[in-house]
C-alpha cells in the first residue's frame, strides 16, 4: 500500500521567513495530494491541495510542488505569521482513473510542528 | 450550517465494553471516513465509505467495525475496546462522485477522545 514520510517533524522559524515542509510517497498511482493544518486542540482543515497533472499551486503565502518522477511533494509558506503555527498534514490518495484497487483510501504523513517566533 | 458531528466527545471506558461512536454530516456527502491520530504517527484511516452500503479498509480496521445504511451516518464501533485503541478519533466526509470521491477536501468532525482503562 502507500506509504508516506513528512519531513521535518519538528519546523521552528522567525516571523516573515519561509518555512518548507517535505513528503515523500511510494505509490506511483496516487494521483491526489492535500495538506491539512490542524491547530491546537481543533480539527483539521484543508489548506491546499495539488492534483498530478499540475506541477504547482499557489494560494496567496501557501505553495505546494509536485515531482511526480522523483515522488515527492512540498508545502512552501512565505512570509510567515505567528497564526501560522500548527501542526501539517501532506496526504496522499488516488481515484480509480489510475486503475487498481484501493482507491479511496488516504494515507497521511506523520505531521510537521511549526511554530513561528514573533 | 454544514457540518460533521461526532458523539461523544469524550469518552472514558474499560476493556471489553462494547461502544459506538456516531458520525453523521448534513452535506449529503458521498464519501465519508474515520481515521485515527496517534502523537508522532499522523492520522491513520481505519475504515471509509465511497456511498451507502459500500465500505472499505484502511490502513489500521483490526479491532473496528463500521456500517454505512443511509447516507449521512457511518457509526463505528469497538466491540471489544483494548488499552492499545486510546486515540484521538475523527470523523470526515467529502464531497464526490463514483470513485473520485476520495479525491476531495475532506470535512472533519470535532474529534472523539477515547481512553480505554
Known amino acids: 500500500g502507500e506509504n508516506v514520510e513528512q519531513h521535518p517533524s519538528t519546523l521552528s522559524v522567525q516571523e516573515g521567513d519561509s518555512a518548507v515542509i517535505k513528503c515523500t510517497y511510494s505509490d506511483s498511482a496516487s494521483n491526489y495530494f492535500p495538506w491539512y493544518k490542524q491547530e491546537l486542540g481543533k480539527r483539521p482543515q484543508l489548506i491546499i491541495d495539488i492534483r498530478s497533472n499540475v506541477g504547482e499551486k499557489k494560494d496567496q503565502r501557501i505553495a505546494v510542488t509536485l515531482n511526480k518522477t522523483a515522488k515527492h511533494f512540498s508545502l512552501h509558506i512565505t512570509e510567515t505569521q505567528p497564526e501560522d503555527s500548527a501542526v501539517y498534514f501532506c496526504?496522499?490518495?488516488?481515484?480509480?482513473?489510475?486503475?487498481?484497487?484501493?482507491?479511496?483510501?488516504?494515507?497521511f504523513g506523520q505531521g510537521t510542528i511549526l511554530t513561528v517566533h514573533p | 450550517e454544514a457540518q460533521v458531528t461526532q458523539n461523544p466527545r469524550y469518552l472514558i471506558t474499560v476493556t471489553g465494553k462494547k461502544l459506538t461512536v456516531t458520525c453523521s454530516q448534513n452535506?449529503?456527502?458521498?464519501?465519508m471516513s474515520w481515521y485515527r491520530q496517534d502523537p508522532g504517527l499522523g492520522l491513520r484511516q481505519i475504515y471509509y465509505?465511497?456511498?451507502?452500503?459500500?465500505?472499505d479498509k484502511g490502513d489500521v480496521p483490526e479491532g473496528y467495525k463500521v456500517s454505512r445504511k443511509e447516507k449521512r451516518n457511518f457509526p463505528l464501533i469497538l466491540e471489544s475496546p483494548s488499552p492499545n485503541q486510546t486515540s484521538l478519533y475523527f470523523c470526515?466526509?467529502?464531497?464526490?462522485?463514483?470513485?473520485?470521491?476520495?479525491?476531495?477536501?475532506?470535512?472533519f468532525g470535532p474529534g472523539t477522545r477515547l481512553t480505554v482503562l
Open positions: 452535506m449529503n456527502h458521498e464519501y
Open positions: 496526504a496522499a490518495s488516488r481515484s480509480s482513473n489510475a486503475g487498481g484497487t484501493s482507491y479511496g483510501k488516504l494515507t
Open positions: 465509505s465511497m456511498n451507502v452500503e459500500v465500505t
Open positions: 470526515a466526509s467529502s464531497l464526490g462522485r463514483g470513485r473520485t470521491s476520495g479525491n476531495n477536501e475532506q470535512f
